[in-house]
């Protein structure tokens, strides 16, 4: 399988600086790999709350659906990041109810660039590149960037105050009570603005 | 896809960046999507019947 891949940058926590890194448009069998043989024994050490997501039976219920895609995002030969995301879902929001927007179905991140796994974080900009990786799958499928995702608790303030969504609250219909976070056209283009 | 942005672009959004951890998605536990949750489901509905 290839994919097409884009050049992006983590900033290397240790040193302070960029570091280049890459956005697969795919999730290949080597990060399926790395989930297992990596991620997996750090998560479950930690006994998190949420345990962890089997993004091989993800891969596997998903991949003969049209509408959803795959992401990872690599750096020195480690899987940093992965992410599904639905093409065809609704907005909810009241200025853009029922247009198409991108849902993240889900979005993960490397146990050893979490604060809440590790104090040490290796790399930061995972979640921004993925989120942005989302917006622009929105922006090429003719939907202005605008994407909705159910965040977990400990992501709430990072997607409603670093990325500029709008927390539409709990969503009685999740598990959880989960709070739906919604990005209009114009918070997209604010987000992806570039300098 | 390709995503292209420039390197300025990374070196700002570190200005916005804190110690929040970032996920989306069902939790684990509850998503029914995952191959060993649907056999928990299916041996459920077959020990109840």
């Known amino acids: 399988m290839t994919a097409n891949v884009s050049n992006v940058y983590l900033v290397e926590v240790s040193s302070g600086q960029l570091v280049k890194a890459e956005l697969h448009d795919a999730i290949l069998p080597r990060h399926l790999d790395h989930h297992e043989r990596l991620w997996k024994p750090l998560i479950q050490a930690r006994q998190e709350e949420h345990g962890h997501w089997d993004w091989q039976s993800k891969c596997r219920h998903y991949s003969a659906q049209l509408s959803y895609e795959f992401l990872a995002v690599e750096c020195q030969q480690e899987t940093q990041g992965l992410m599904i995301v639905n093409t065809i879902r609704r907005c909810r929001l009241p200025q853009q109810t029922n247009k198409h927007l991108v849902y993240v179905e889900y979005l993960e991140v490397a146990p050893w660039n979490r604060p809440h796994v590790t104090v040490d974080p290796k790399y930061r900009l995972v979640g921004t590149v993925m989120l942005a990786a989302a917006i622009q799958l929105s922006i090429d499928d003719g939907n202005k960037g605008r994407i909705g995702l159910h965040s977990l608790p400990q992501a709430d303030t990072f997607y409603r105050d670093r990325c500029g969504m709008t927390d539409l609250g709990p969503d009685a219909s999740i598990f959880g009570n989960l709070h739906y976070f919604e990005m209009t056209e114009q918070q997209a283009t604010q987000f992806m603005q570039r300098s | ?49």
Not at chain 2, 14 to 30: F, K, M, Q, R, W
């Open chain 2, 1 to 49: 896809m390709k995503l292209e942005l420039n390197k300025k672009w990374f070196e700002d959004r570190i200005l916005l960046e804190d110690d929040s951890d970032v996920a989306a998605g069902i939790p684990p536990s509850e998503d029914a999507s995952d191959d060993s949750k649907e056999e928990e489901m299916s041996n459920a509905k077959s020990a109840g019947a």
